[in-house]
């Protein structure tokens, strides 16, 4: 059975660091990973969808890359901001493409 | 383009009571999902569907019902309201095993 799990938990930084959060998967027989980003009272919010023949994905300052023989998938955020503030969520498919999701990373960017 | 709509956003049920709650696509999705997400926690898969007029359970189906008439549609359906289904409930859909697309949520207690 497929088992996500992300670390940290939580996480503070100031302002103007990069990050990194990660997220780890029992079973190396994915689809794809994707990420997500939660606002507190809010939904989700698709950030990259990585496909599981590739080994990294970007969009802006966000990076996130796969490497399924370990198991990992890590979210690199550059130069964060507060408006970075929130909570990340990995989930991989099982076999019937339903996701499986991480308990999520809490982060807080203090100005 | 509206995505995945949800209705109600919140909704307070007294314990026995009934509801149901809606999603819609405008995406052509043949795939649609429920998660439940209880405070502080990861999304837990309810039903899903992999297309109109087929549906299977989840991780946490019990005390929920739903069907799927058409590919646009896909509500969520208490019968008998209980406090342990306090919580946010997430309508989502993907085509196949692509990226998957949230609702925005609702926010539902059972007191």
């Known amino acids: 059975k497929q088992e996500v799990t992300q670390i940290p938990a939580a996480l503070s930084v100031p302002e103007g660091e990069n990050l990194v959060l990660n997220c780890s998967f029992t079973d190396s027989a994915i689809y794809n990973l994707q990420w997500f980003r939660q606002d507190p009272g809010k939904g989700l919010t698709s950030l990259l969808l990585i496909q599981s023949s590739q080994r990294e994905q970007t969009s802006g300052r966000l990076n996130a890359s796969l490497d399924k023989s370990s198991g990992r998938s890590t979210l690199y955020i550059a130069a964060s901001q507060p408006g970075d503030s929130a909570t990340y969520l990995c989930?991989?498919?099982?076999?019937?493409?339903?996701?499986?999701f991480g308990s999520g990373t809490r982060l807080l960017v203090r100005p | 383009n509206a995505g995945v709509t949800q209705t109600p956003k919140f909704r307070i049920l007294k314990i026995g009571q009934s509801m149901t709650l809606q999603c819609t696509q405008d995406m052509n999705h043949n795939y649609m999902y429920w998660y439940r997400q209880d405070p502080g926690m990861g999304l837990k898969l309810i039903y899903y569907?992999?297309?109109?007029?087929?549906?299977d359970k989840g991780e946490v189906p019990n005390g929920y019902n739903v069907s799927r008439s058409t590919t646009e549609d896909f509500p969520l359906r208490l019968e008998l309201a209980a406090p342990s289904q306090t919580s946010v409930y997430f309508c989502?859909?993907?085509?196949?095993?692509?990226?998957?697309?949230f609702g925005p949520g609702t926010r539902l207690t059972v007191t």
């Open positions: 989930a991989v498919p099982d076999s019937s493409y339903k996701l499986i």
């Open positions: 989502a859909s993907s085509y196949s095993a692509g990226e998957q697309y």
């Open positions: 569907s992999v297309g109109a007029g087929i549906t």
